[in-house]
């Protein structure tokens, strides 16, 4: 800062030659002033970049992971990044060994940062920097949104909001819209501010997911790029005047996060509508108590009012679930995108170090984890239900750091090598299938729910081992091919189906026969049409929507039906929120040009809610990316 001095008359500035009673009136006069503009620093608005320059707190407080008290999170959270990264500037002794690590990805650092607070025993000076590093990573001051819109590829609603070209591919995406209509103006007839509509008994549900409106929640992105605006209005006015997130009331932190928070903040990217922003943020402080665990690994239930969280009591052994808390990382560093604060994103990084370096049975990751020891309770592993989305999010994880993320991307093709030695497997029939794990003994059923896994090892393909590319790519369409199979005679599929005692993908069981409007088939229909653009995706989906008209829609919207193995279907009376958010948007996009929420720009949660890929280079630079046309 340059100060410009006064010129007293008849003086020379520079004091020379003045008598010792100027010298003094002189000093005095510039004294004052200097305090003058110091003080005045006091009464600019906190904003104003000079203030933060000259009063930053000097004082930082490490803080612990994963052990903290709800009082830490408190704490932490009131500190944001940019108030941490000023304090950490004046420990000017490690300032150099800070310059490198500022142009690394947030999330390397983040990783870094758990590191040091897990090992335990550094010198307070050291976890200081720990921290200092994983806060200086973040480069923009404060998320702003025109500036996250410039950094994306593509317009988010692609050129003509993702009409195809052909006039029968047309039709069709318009069938799925109607589909999408009928689903929502059946809910807010009969179910508004329920979780899920029951359409036999046309009323609602609530389960125990958390207080209410899943559905609208899950709904608000379908609505938006399906053009469904006066819809999309109502979810929003129901978001700002009824979503209440301070009741008390069991809910599973997995099913708040993919549903609640993926939902709202894809509402936020896509609309720029502040009100999402706020109301995800209100919920993610909510969620941090679910770590105050010994190893910082969440429990599967939280009672979002008080902050107190437990196991679930069918979990072997009070044990935490691979699927759940391995299915945080995309929502978690979205929240210290927007929020500023570090915290969400070591709480997920604080996750993967520890399954980072816990011994895994033939590389594999079983889905039960004692969040007191840090250890495997059973050695069960699949790649459907429990342990699903944990691989999901890996391979996620690397794409939507737009493939900074090293870790993650490890972690992934590591796991999928143990999975393709140990479960992958081949029919006598040559279909070709992912078989479950029990301590070594191979269970040869595949769930529904692994069936997400086509489009998984499709869009991780082009990222692995030059040499293995096509072949993932060949797996990938392998197991589609698998899933599609197993989507006979009412073309809807079973819940789980085996490979054993002469059944190729059928189910055995009663049991295995319901079909509850689940998505993951045509999830991985969806994924193979964008990287293949074989048609045959797109007549598989077509099967699927006719036999969703045929046998699922009853007069108040569309319900599970409990045997696909007979046509005089039996329906469960439940339409299922991801109904809404998934089975329908991967419609819809499979109906679409590829341009309507690109991939070169978005990953879809595991609820298909979809996250903008954080280009940091770009966030920093106020740049754009080459070929940026997404403010036509
Ligand atoms: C969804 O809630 C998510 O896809 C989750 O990962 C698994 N189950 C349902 C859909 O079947």
Not at 180 to 191: T, V
Not at 245 to 251: K, M, T
Not at 480 to 491: D, G, M, N, R, V
Not at 615 to 627: H, I, V, W
Request: glycine share 8%; hydrophobic share 35%.
């Amino acid at each position: 800062m340059i100060l410009a001095l006064p010129v007293l008359p008849g003086v020379s500035a520079s004091g020379m030659g003045l008598r010792l009673s100027q010298k003094f009136v002189f000093l005095l006069f510039l004294s004052g002033l200097v305090t003058l503009c110091f003080g005045a620093l006091f009464f600019l608005p906190d904003s104003v970049r000079l203030k933060r320059i000259f009063l930053s707190k000097t004082e930082v407080q490490p803080s612990t992971v994963g052990s903290g008290s709800e009082n830490d999170v408190k704490e932490h959270l009131k500190r944001p990044v940019k108030e941490q990264e000023h304090s950490r500037a004046m420990v000017s002794a490690k300032a150099d060994r800070l310059k490198s690590v500022n142009r690394k990805p947030a999330v390397t650092q983040a990783v870094e940062a758990t590191e040091e607070r897990l090992v335990g025993g550094k010198a307070q000076e050291e976890l200081t920097v720990s921290r200092s590093e994983s806060a200086s990573v973040r480069s923009v001051d404060t998320f702003t949104y025109n500036k996250f819109k410039s950094c994306l590829i593509k317009n988010p609603l692609g050129s003509d909001s993702g009409k195809a070209a052909d006039p029968k591919t047309n039709e069709r995406r318009e069938k799925v819209k109607e589909m999408m209509k009928f689903s929502w103006d059946n809910y807010k007839r009969y179910a508004w501010g329920k979780n899920e509509l029951r359409p036999l008994t046309k009323n609602g549900h609530i389960g125990n997911m958390f207080g209410k409106g899943a559905s609208i929640i899950d709904s608000l992105d379908t609505l938006y790029i399906m053009g469904l605006m006066d819809e999309y209005n109502d979810a929003k006015e129901w978001v700002q005047t009824s979503l209440d997130l301070n009741s008390n009331g069991e809910a599973s932190l997995f099913e708040v996060n993919i549903r609640y928070v993926g939902g709202l903040l894809s509402a936020y990217y896509l609309t720029g509508e502040e009100l999402f922003k706020n109301k995800v943020l209100e919920l993610g402080e909510k969620l941090l108590p679910a770590f105050n665990t010994p190893t910082g690994i969440p429990r599967g239930v939280i009672n979002l009012g008080s902050g107190t969280s437990w196991s679930w009591g069918w979990a072997s052994a009070g044990s935490s679930i691979l699927a759940e808390f391995g299915t945080l990382h995309l929502e978690f560093v979205h929240l210290t995108e927007l929020s500023n604060s570090p915290i969400y994103t070591e709480k997920v990084m604080n996750i993967r170090k520890l399954l980072n370096k816990i011994e895994k049975p033939h590389g594999l990751y079983p889905n039960f984890l004692s969040p007191v020891s840090g250890n495997w309770v059973q050695h069960h592993v699949s790649i459907g239900g429990l342990g699903d989305s944990f691989y999901e999010y890996l391979i996620k994880s690397y794409l939507m750091s737009d493939k900074k993320d090293e870790d993650a991307k490890k972690m992934y093709y590591g796991a999928l090598e143990a999975i393709e030695a140990n479960l992958v497997q081949k029919s006598p029939g040559g279909l070709t299938y992912m078989a479950e794990w029990r301590g070594g003994i191979l269970d040869h059923k595949m769930g529904h729910l692994a069936c997400f896994s086509g489009g998984m090892i499709g869009i991780g393909a082009d990222d692995g081992a030059p040499e293995k590319r096509q072949h993932y790519l060949d797996l990938a369409a392998e197991i589609t091919h698998t899933c599609h199979e197993s989507y006979t005679p009412t073309k809807l599929g079973p819940e789980a189906f085996r490979f054993d005692g002469g059944a190729e993908a059928t189910a055995t069981r009663l049991s295995d026969r319901y079909y509850i409007l689940r998505p993951e088939v045509i999830e991985s229909y969806m994924y193979m049409w964008r990287l293949t653009h074989d048609p045959k995706y797109r007549e598989w989906g077509w099967e699927a929507v006719e036999a969703l008209e045929q046998h699922c829609k009853v007069e108040s919207g569309f319900s599970g039906i409990r045997d696909v193995y007979t046509t005089m279907v039996s329906h469960d009376n439940m339409q299922q929120s991801f109904f809404l958010s998934e089975t329908l948007k991967y419609l819809y996009l499979l109906f679409s040009d590829d341009d309507l929420l690109s991939l070169e720009d978005w990953v879809f949660n595991t609820e298909a809610h979809p996250l903008p890929i954080i280009r940091k280079n770009c966030l920093q630079d106020q740049g754009s990316p080459q070929d940026n046309t997404a403010s036509e």
